[in-house]
């Protein structure tokens, strides 16, 4: 279970970092940034894991609980499909993270980053792998990442219907690889994706790409 030592042991604004939706097909990266003003209220850490390891209604709850506790400050930055398929999906899952650390309102001593890859920030960053399960920041912001993207993509299925985006969340699974031969990409389908790329070129849906 993730616990305090790493932000404890750096000590001063030490936010932590992580992203949702790198390997999907569909919709944004999202990246979430949490900062512990004061150390993380034992009611809170027990609701915080990596977010994979969390049911959904375990997400939402702890997701409800970090929004609203005192001694902490939250942020969520994004980058589009759009901007992915530009810069790639590192660079724009690094954007999106910056983006979240801007919006903090304040400048961290210290960034945990899940993983191994640093964005470029222009604050000190320490790489923390599987940090997600070590660090309460980083599991909290694992959690804020994932929920507001499933939200995401939920409200992208809704726009549009037929890929079943609000059930695999863009990931690549055979349903959603089946639906994108079929209906071909929708706008929110990253380029750049061998998937996503074979739908566009196949001439015989050129026709009905959205």
């Not at 042991?9 to 919709?27: C, N, Q, Y």
């Not at 940090?131 to 299925?157: E, F, N, Y």
Request: aromatic share 4%; with cysteine; charged share 20%.
């Amino acid at each position: 279970m993730p616990d305090f030592s790493l932000e404890a042991e750096a000590g001063g604004l030490v936010a932590g970092v992580d992203e949702a939706g790198r390997g999907p097909l569909a919709g944004p990266v999202v990246a979430a940034a949490v900062l512990f003003l004061e150390p993380c209220p034992p009611e809170l850490a027990a609701l915080l894991d990596d977010s994979k390891k969390l049911s959904a209604p375990a997400r939402e709850r702890a997701f409800a609980a970090i929004r609203v506790c005192a001694g902490l400050r939250w942020a969520v930055g994004a980058a589009s499909s759009k901007e992915i398929g530009a810069v790639n999906i590192l660079r724009a899952t690094h954007l999106a993270m910056a983006r979240a650390v801007r919006r903090l309102g304040m400048v961290p001593d210290l960034v945990l980053v899940d993983g191994n890859q640093p964005p470029p920030l222009s604050c000190p960053v320490r790489c923390v792998v599987k940090g997600d399960g070590r660090s309460l920041s980083i599991a909290a912001a694992s959690i804020l990442a994932k929920v507001t993207r499933d939200a995401a993509m939920a409200r992208l299925d809704r726009r549009h219907p037929g890929y079943g985006f609000a059930r695999h969340q863009g990931y690549p699974t055979a349903p959603h690889r089946a639906a994108l031969m079929a209906l071909g990409p929708c706008a929110h389908h990253r380029k750049g994706f061998g998937p996503v790329d074979a739908a566009r070129a196949a001439p015989s849906l050129s026709a009905s790409i959205r």
